[in-house]
């Protein structure tokens, strides 16, 4: 399989004349989760053995950042699900495997709560044993595709062990799940990141991801790259959609009266030409993190840490000057522009936030414990 041949159908079909309604209405972007669960491409990164497409991080990235360049909100639900197979495909169950390799499932993170925000490793949310059941409580503040996915990777403090975490498999059906409020965000509102309350809510002891305690290992070990990875390609694909929405415009639009285009002004190609170097930035810092990965390079953890935050916070200058150079016809719904614009500010504040990055960074490269 090619997955960007396949995407490019899905985009004629329903990415692209859906964003603008999917952002309007701040609607699930069910149409377009359907048709790249029919052509395979929930289950990109499912293994083989189960019936997916056993691709890897690269691909996944490619068809983040692909989709990101028209829909962000659709981008960031696959971002999430990717994120969440990638855990599931070490510790969960057949059957919901094969269900997503076969493109009828979707899941997501539901990590960060609202009593420790986006110090998303440190859950205070319960889980007790009862029986054969495990009994979950807990405030979680956001959740991309909150009861619109099929299940969730699922944080909580320890059962009985020693540690910071343990994750579950929660389906979203379970009684005791309860939707606090809508989502009614600034940007990508079509991802359905509303909270979610658990109350007394009962899962087999057996839907454990993984060791009691040891979800903070699995958080750093296989999640915190996929995130950082398939987040910061969202932020590249936004660039490059804002970038080209952006010269098509200055390229096209004229003042008559000089006889000239916005593309003749030197001021204007200055400006682009700074994002393009942002852009292509990112971009290269998202292939050697690709490639450190693969390689289990020495440098993998710094890169990892680097990635998001770079591509977080040049996406929000690339935005700003795309707004910018396209003058008041960027704030025109019709443009597409001063969506990108406000979808891109979402990144540098999911956790682990841009701020929080730099000081992870800082301290990896003064030689500090990160925790
Ligand atoms: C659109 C969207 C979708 C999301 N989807 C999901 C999801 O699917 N699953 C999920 O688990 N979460 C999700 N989140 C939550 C996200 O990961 C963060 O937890 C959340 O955005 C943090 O917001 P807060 O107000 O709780 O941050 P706060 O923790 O209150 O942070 C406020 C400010 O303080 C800064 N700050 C905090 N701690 C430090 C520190 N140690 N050093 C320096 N600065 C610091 C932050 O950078 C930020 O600028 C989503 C968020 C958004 C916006």
Same mark, same amino acid.
């Given at each position: 399989m090619n997955p960007l041949e396949v995407l490019a159908g899905i985009e004629t079909q329903t990415l692209q004349p859906l964003a603008q309604r999917t952002d309007a209405e701040g609607r699930f972007p069910r149409e377009t989760i359907s048709a790249l669960g029919e052509t395979g491409l929930l289950g990109l990164v499912s293994a083989a053995s189960v019936g997916?497409?056993?691709?890897?991080l690269k691909e996944a990235a490619q068809v983040v950042s692909r989709i990101a360049q028209t829909c962000p909100s659709t981008a960031m639900v696959v971002c999430m699900h990717y994120c969440a197979t990638a855990v599931l495909e070490q510790f969960g169950p057949e059957s919901v495997r094969r269900a997503i390799a076969n493109g009828k499932h979707l899941s997501t993170l539901a990590f960060?709560?609202?009593?420790s925000r986006s110090h998303f490793?440190?859950?205070?949310g319960t889980a007790r044993a009862d029986g054969s059941n495990v009994v979950l409580d807990a405030r979680k503040s956001w959740v991309t595709?909150?009861?619109?996915?099929?299940s969730y990777v699922w944080s909580s403090k320890p059962l009985a062990a020693e540690g910071a975490s343990t994750l579950w498999l929660v389906d979203?059906?379970?009684?005791?799940l309860s939707q606090p409020g809508r989502f009614d965000g600034?940007?990508? /509102?079509?991802?359905?990141s509303t909270p979610i309350t658990a109350k007394d809510v009962r899962i087999a002891a057996?839907? /454990?991801?993984?060791?009691?305690?040891k979800g903070f290992d699995t958080m750093m070990g296989v999640v915190l790259p996929w995130f950082s990875v398939l987040s910061a390609a969202c932020s590249t694909g936004l660039m490059e959609g804002a970038l080209s929405r952006a010269i098509g415009h200055v390229s096209q639009t004229r003042h008559l009266h000089l006889d000239?285009?916005?593309?003749?002004?030197p001021t204007v190609r200055a400006y682009l030409a700074k994002a393009r170097i942002k852009a292509d930035m990112a971009q290269a810092l998202l292939d050697d993190t690709v490639a450190a990965i693969g390689a289990g390079r020495a440098d993998t953890m710094l890169r990892v840490l680097e990635v998001k935050a770079a591509a977080a916070e040049s996406a929000l200058e690339v935005t700003d000057i795309a707004m910018r150079v396209c003058g008041?016809?960027?704030? /025109?719904?019709?443009?597409?522009i001063e969506r990108l614009f406000r979808d891109a500010r979402a990144s540098s504040v999911m956790a682990p936030t841009s701020d929080v990055l730099y000081d992870f960074i800082g301290k990896a490269i003064t030689g500090l414990p990160l925790f």
């Open positions: 997916g497409q056993g691709l890897g960060s709560e609202a009593d490793w440190a859950p205070t595709s909150a009861f619109e996915a099929d979203a059906k379970s009684d005791g600034l940007g990508l /509102r079509g991802n359905a057996g839907a /454990r991801l993984g060791e009691d305690g000239s285009s916005l593309a003749d002004l008041g016809a960027a704030f /025109r719904k019709e443009a597409g």
